[in-house]
């Protein structure tokens, strides 16, 4: 008689049990190709926005889900102290080495604490700054909202809260199809500003979701850019930023290589576009990896 197949290990697991080499895998993810670049520098920028439009360091920051510790010397630089979690311990010492090699940052103002997200070992409004980028919410599956529900609970009155959520890809726009690298080169030459809501007035076209997306709270928890705010506002918070990252070339990486590899300067110049598109309204809740900072107002 046939055995049954072992249950499938979750995404979670996988991370607990993942070595030094899947730790330093999360850390690649994001450098070694244009793309992977673009994807970076749009969180960077999000979250250095997050920072000046504080004007002084926050007093305390929690980094929570922070792997091998790819964005947390922006957040140590920013913050007076700055604690950095995360559920696997592998991940933590590959942080801690990283941070260790950066010349000029005060390791000293910085904690590194193993833990679970939707269990944090704190108490209410202890930060001033919560942070949560990657697919922290989407991997908790159904436990996503209990994990949103402990990143609030540690904010302070008036702190912000920056998360990272994830919603299928609905549509695109139509210009997008029709522009090679070529003609990428010359758009990026103007103003996004300008030329942005022309190219968006031929239309979207529709984006059929996969199959085996699943539904939210089941393999992966989606939430669209109107229900993570409606989320916010419910609790208390009002959102002062939104960004999906790299709407219009994000997702394909030949497009980018090809835009950079064009000329100097054109993958700042793409950036810009990127940054400028990520925040209209339609391409907003067209889908993609939404970027969220909201302030505590109740």
């Known amino acids: 008689m046939r055995e049954p197949p072992a249950p499938q290990r979750t995404v979670p697991e996988r991370f607990l049990e993942a070595d ?26 999000f979250l250095g926005a997050v920072l000046r439009r504080r004007r002084t360091p926050f007093p305390r920051t929690l980094e929570v889900g922070s792997g091998p510790g790819r964005f947390s010397p922006i957040l140590i630089q920013g913050s007076r102290e700055t604690v950095v979690l995360d559920a696997s311990s ?37 930060f001033q700054l919560v942070v949560a980028l990657g697919n922290v919410v989407g991997f908790a599956e159904k436990k996503a909202e209990l994990v949103l529900e402990e990143l609030l609970r540690c904010v302070t009155s008036n702190g912000v809260v920056v998360i990272e959520t994830v919603s299928p890809i609905s549509r695109v726009p139509r210009f997008v199809e029709r522009t090679g690298p070529s003609r990428w080169v010359r758009l990026l030459r103007s103003d996004p500003a300008e030329t942005l809501p022309e190219l968006l007035q031929d239309g979207f076209q529709a984006v059929p979701v996969p199959s085996d997306f699943g539904k939210p709270g089941e393999k992966f928890a989606f939430f669209g850019a109107k229900e993570i705010t409606d989320y916010l506002e419910e609790e208390g918070f009002r959102v002062q930023d939104q960004l999906v990252a790299a709407p219009l070339t994000g997702g394909d990486p030949d497009l980018v290589r090809a835009i950079a590899s064009a000329g100097p300067g054109n993958l700042e ?17 067209a889908g993609g990896h939404l970027l969220t900072s909201a302030v505590r107002t109740g």
């Not at 899947?22 to 920028?45: F, K, N, S, V």
């Not at 910085?110 to 944090?120: H, I, K, P, Y």
């Open 269 to 285: 110049r793409l950036l810009r576009w990127e940054n400028r598109a990520g925040r209209n309204a339609s391409l907003r809740t």
């Open 20 to 45: 030094r080499y899947r730790a330093r895998r999360e850390w690649l993810r994001y450098e070694g190709t244009p793309q992977r670049e673009l994807l970076r520098r749009t969180r960077e920028i």
């Open 90 to 126: 592998v991940m933590l010492r590959e942080a801690r080495r990283r941070l260790r090699g950066i010349r000029d940052l005060a390791v000293t103002r910085s904690s590194l604490v193993q833990g679970d997200a939707g269990v944090l070992p704190f108490p209410a409004e202890t």
